[in-house]
C-alpha cells in the first residue's frame, strides 16, 4: 500500500499575503502593545530634536517592540534584533524594519524615563478598564543576577596592596621604555603592558573612591543616631550609662567589598543550596484584589527585605492613589516603620507576618534531631505582639492569605515564564529601569489575558 504524505516542495514560489496582518491573530499581544504605547507622548522619549544625521526608528516603536520581546521572553538586544527577521508579529511591529542590535541597546539604555511613563500609563489604562482597584496590595522582593561575576569582587585592603604593586608596575616599565629608547631597542610589548595595568590601576583607584563614598554616606547616616544614644546615656546615672557606643566610621572596613564589572551589585545568598551570587534585590507591589497587576517597583542593593516597607510603597504612582492595606512578609519586620507609618498614614491597615512562613515546612524537610532546632524566638515588643495578635484573628488570617497566591506567582510567571533571571544592563540607576521594563512588560502581558478573559465571558 502506498504511503501518501503532504507535499513539501520548497522550490514553489510562493504568494505571501500583501499585508502582515493576515498572518497575525486578531487576539495576539502585540495589538494590544502598540495601542498602549501610542498612548505616550513623544516629549518622554530621548530623541534627537535636531533633525540632523541619519533617519532615526519611531521611538514609540522601539519602545513596543522591546516591551513585544520581554513579554515573550526576548530580553537580549541580538536576539530581539534576530526577531525582527524571524517573527511574523515582530516583523508587524516594526513594520518590516530592522533595528540593529546597538540602536535597541542604545535605545534602552537612554529611554529609562519613557518606560517610566510607559508603567504609570499603562495602570491608567488598567483602570479605565476596570480592572484594577487599588485597596490591599502584596509586597515581595527576590534577588535577580547582576551582569557581574561574583569572582570579581575585591576587598578594601587587597583593592590597596594592588593600587600600590601595579603603581610600582607602571614605574617599572616606565624605566624600562626609556632605557629602552636610550639603546635604540624595539620594545613592542612595553607600551601594552603600560597600558594595560595603567586601566587595572584606574580601576582600583575607582574601586577604593567608591568604598570610601560608601563609608563616608553610611557614617553620616548613622551620625544622627549616635548622637541619639550619647544624650541618651548621658541623662542615666551610674552603671545605667552602659558602656559608650561607637562613633559611626568614615573610613570602609578591611573586608568590606566592592565589583569592578557592577560597583552596585551585591554579593547575595538566597538560599543554601544557590549560595552567593552577584544580585540585587528587586521589589514588586502587587493589586491584592483580583487583577494581579505589578502597582510600584524598585531595585535595592539590600540582600535583605529590612528597610524596604516604606520604599517600595512610596514606589507606587501618586496619580493611582495609596492603597488601604499591605502585606508582607516577615523579612520587613521593623517595628520604627511600623510607629511611623500609624502616625503618618493612619489609613493604612498593615498586615506583616512577624514570624517565619516556612518554620513547619523547615521542619517537616529538616532531618536533624528535634533537639538541635531552633524554636522561634519569643517576642516581647509591643508593637511586635500587637501585630502577630492581629494576624491572629481570623479577619487577619483571611486578609493575610492573600500575600501569598498574589505577589510570589507573579515573580513565578518573571523568572519560569518569562525566564528573566538576570539583568542585561549594569549598574543601579540602569537596572531599576530595566526593572520597570520588566514590569511593564508582565503588566501588558496580563493585562491582555484579563481583558480577553472578560470578552469571552
Not at 557581574?148 to 594592588?162: I, P
Request: glycine letters at 4%; one cysteine or more.
Amino acid at each position: 500500500m502506498a504511503h501518501r504524505f503532504k507535499n513539501t516542495d520548497r522550490n514553489t514560489p510562493l504568494l505571501l499575503p500583501p499585508d502582515l496582518r493576515d498572518w497575525v491573530a486578531e487576539d495576539d499581544l502585540v495589538h494590544f502593545v502598540i495601542h498602549a504605547v501610542e498612548r505616550l507622548p513623544l516629549s518622554t522619549f530621548a530623541i534627537n530634536h535636531k533633525g540632523c544625521g541619519d533617519e532615526q526608528y519611531p521611538p514609540h516603536t522601539m519602545l513596543a517592540l522591546l516591551i513585544y520581546c520581554y513579554a515573550n521572553g526576548l530580553f537580549s538586544s541580538r536576539r530581539i534584533e534576530r526577531a525582527t527577521y524571524r517573527d511574523v508579529a515582530v516583523r508587524y511591529l516594526t513594520a518590516d524594519q530592522h533595528p540593529d542590535h546597538d540602536t535597541i541597546c542604545a535605545f534602552r539604555r537612554n529611554n529609562l524615563e519613557a518606560i517610566a511613563a510607559a508603567f504609570v500609563d499603562v495602570l491608567e489604562l488598567a483602570r479605565e478598564l476596570k480592572l484594577l482597584q487599588l485597596g490591599a496590595v502584596s509586597l515581595d522582593g527576590t534577588h535577580i543576577k547582576a551582569s557581574a561575576s561574583k569572582d570579581q569582587n575585591v576587598t578594601y585592603e587587597r583593592a590597596q596592596q594592588l593600587r600600590e604593586q601595579l603603581r610600582w608596575d607602571v614605574k617599572e616599565l616606565l624605566a624600562q621604555a626609556e632605557q629602552a629608547d636610550r639603546t635604540d631597542d624595539d620594545p613592542q610589548k612595553l607600551p601594552q603592558e603600560i597600558a594595560r595595568r595603567e586601566k587595572l590601576l584606574q580601576k582600583m583607584d575607582d574601586a577604593c573612591a567608591q568604598l570610601e563614598a560608601r563609608a563616608k554616606a553610611r557614617a553620616q547616616q548613622e551620625r544622627a543616631d549616635y548622637q541619639s544614644k550619647l544624650a541618651a546615656r548621658a541623662h542615666r546615672e551610674g552603671s545605667a550609662k552602659g558602656p559608650e557606643p561607637k562613633p559611626p566610621q568614615d573610613t570602609p572596613e578591611p573586608n568590606e567589598q566592592i565589583n569592578l564589572t557592577d560597583s552596585d551589585a551585591r554579593l547575595m545568598r538566597k538560599s543554601k543550596r544557590e549560595g552567593y551570587t552577584q544580585s540585587y534585590n528587586a521589589q514588586a507591589v502587587v493589586a491584592a484584589e483580583g487583577s494581579q497587576l505589578i502597582v510600584g517597583q524598585r531595585v535595592s542593593d539590600c540582600a535583605g527585605d529590612a528597610g524596604q516597607l516604606e520604599p517600595a510603597l512610596q514606589s507606587i504612582p501618586q496619580r493611582l492613589g495609596q492603597p488601604t492595606t499591605a502585606l508582607a512578609d516577615c523579612g520587613y519586620v521593623d517595628k520604627e516603620v511600623f510607629q511611623r507609618l500609624s502616625r503618618e498614614r493612619p489609613e493604612l491597615d498593615l498586615y506583616v507576618s512577624v514570624h517565619r512562613e516556612d518554620a513547619h515546612a523547615e521542619r517537616r524537610y529538616d532531618y536533624r534531631p528535634p533537639d538541635k532546632i531552633k524554636p522561634p524566638k519569643t517576642i516581647t515588643d509591643p508593637v511586635l505582639v500587637a501585630m502577630a495578635a492581629k494576624l491572629k484573628t481570623p479577619e487577619g488570617k483571611a486578609i493575610y492569605r492573600k500575600r501569598a497566591c498574589t505577589v510570589e506567582p507573579v515573580f513565578g510567571i518573571i523568572k519560569a515564564v518569562l525566564g528573566f533571571r538576570q539583568f542585561l544592563l549594569r549598574g543601579l540607576q540602569k537596572v531599576s529601569g530595566e526593572w520597570r521594563l520588566v514590569c511593564l512588560a508582565y503588566n501588558l502581558k496580563r493585562l491582555h489575558r484579563l481583558q480577553r478573559t472578560l470578552l469571552t465571558h
